[in-house]
């Protein structure tokens, strides 16, 4: 693993550059902000429109995810649109399949090589667009790439920046959960929209994934399990065992899906999956999601995973690591939301012998270092795992 990749990968980086970045953004903002109120965007806006930039330049699988559901319903509405969307180069791969026409990447290596950035702007002037959406206001990043496009018109939330844009979005009141995003923008615009993530997945690829799994065990399996998750969103190592020992005590047989960024458990969690359970290689990222349209449930923290198998209508069982993950949570029938439950709860949860208490007394386990924990050499015989489960 390269040398910054370990450093933008450990926890404690990460804490710094979290607050850093907040703090740059409060900063920025003060003095970005003008007075001036943009108005609201309507039906209307769609009128002339031929060309549509998204812009949603985050490295996190779940928010990728989230907004790529604005490009079913632009495509599903106006068939005639042209439709753009700017990603970055680790999550441009979600987006195979969808009705784009291109698929802009950002690289994070476009900061220290600032020619590619001036090219990828470049391009997006190129292609001319009648309408550029930036889809969430949280992306400084994104606002310059906005501007860099020089849309024909902007549009963006109704928010501190807001007198930037030629329109903008509202939220509707109590519409706070991070789903409500991609569904007001489409609704402000006269489209029907969901408001859950969107992925598509290929008949090669569940194929692939089907015997991937087969491979691991001869008999299906009843709950796959992902061990992952960003900062205080992820669970600790005993946990996952305490988990694997509850699944194997009744009887449940689950396949453990281990991100890159804790390949570091494998050797201890694959001592620890009993006679019941078993341990996915590493995978690539798309490989990793038709897995999951192979799985009736998905155990999983607060973590980009989680809303892949939103996405894919595998029904999740949120472990919720902190109180805060309740607005990024699952919503679905056959979802269930838990925070910080014991594993008997988890386990008792799947046989619906255990209501779904967001609630329930947190339990007390020792987080183990990662960096104490041997990593694992197993080949991946699905493919090299290159991607960040966020």
């Given at each position: ?20 970045e ?66 970055t ?57 906005l ?10 939330a109704?928010s ?12 509707p ?10 569904a ?10 969901e ?41 600790p ?23 890159p ?40 923290p ?15 069982t ?25 594993p ?29 924990v041997e990593?694992s050499?197993?080949?991946p ?8 489960p966020?």
């Amino acid at each position: 693993m390269y040398l910054l990749t370990r450093l933008r990968r450990h926890t404690a980086m990460r804490q710094l550059g979290k607050r850093l970045e907040k703090r740059a953004k409060a900063w920025l903002y003060r003095r970005l902000a003008v007075s001036s109120a943009a108005p609201p965007a309507t039906p209307q806006t769609l009128e002339g429109v031929r060309r549509v930039l998204l812009v949603r330049p985050n490295f996190r699988i779940g928010n990728a995810l989230i907004s790529a559901r604005l490009i079913q319903a632009l495509a599903a509405g106006r068939p005639d649109l042209e439709i753009d969307y700017l990603a970055t180069d680790t999550t441009v791969a979600l987006f195979a399949g969808m009705p784009l026409t291109h698929c802009h990447a950002l690289g994070r290596d476009m900061l220290l090589r600032p020619w590619k950035l001036a090219a990828l702007w470049r391009t997006l002037r190129r292609r001319r667009y009648d309408l550029a959406i930036q889809v969430a206001d949280t992306s400084l990043t994104g606002r310059l790439c906005l501007k860099a496009a020089r849309a024909r018109r902007t549009l963006g939330a109704d928010s501190r920046l807001a007198g930037l844009y030629d329109q903008v979005y509202r939220l509707p009141p109590g519409h706070n959960h991070v789903y409500d995003v991609a569904a007001a923008i489409a609704r402000t615009l006269g489209l029907a929209c969901e408001a859950r993530p969107w992925m598509t997945i290929s008949d090669a690829e569940r194929t692939r994934a089907t015997t991937g799994l087969r491979q691991l065990a001869d008999r299906p399996f009843e709950v796959g399990v992902f061990v992952g998750g960003h900062l205080n969103k992820r669970l600790p190592l005993d946990f996952w065992r305490a988990l694997c020992d509850e699944l194997n005590a009744r009887g449940r047989r689950f396949v453990l899906l281990i991100g890159p960024e804790e390949a570091a458990m494998r050797p201890a969690l694959e001592a620890r999956c009993g006679r019941h359970g078993r341990v996915a290689p590493a995978m690539t990222l798309r490989d990793f999601a038709a897995t999951l349209t192979q799985l009736p449930r998905l155990i999983t923290p607060d973590t980009g995973p989680m809303h892949m198998a939103v996405a894919l209508d595998v029904p999740v069982t949120a472990v919720l690591n902190t109180a805060m993950s309740r607005k990024f949570a699952p919503r679905g029938r056959a979802d269930r939301v838990l925070l910080s439950p014991a594993p008997a709860a988890v386990v008792a949860s799947l046989d619906g012998t255990t209501p779904c208490n967001p609630d329930l007394r947190p339990a007390t386990f020792t987080r183990t270092p990662r960096e104490t924990v041997e990593p694992s050499r197993q080949a991946p015989p699905f493919g090299s795992a290159m991607w960040a489960p966020r």
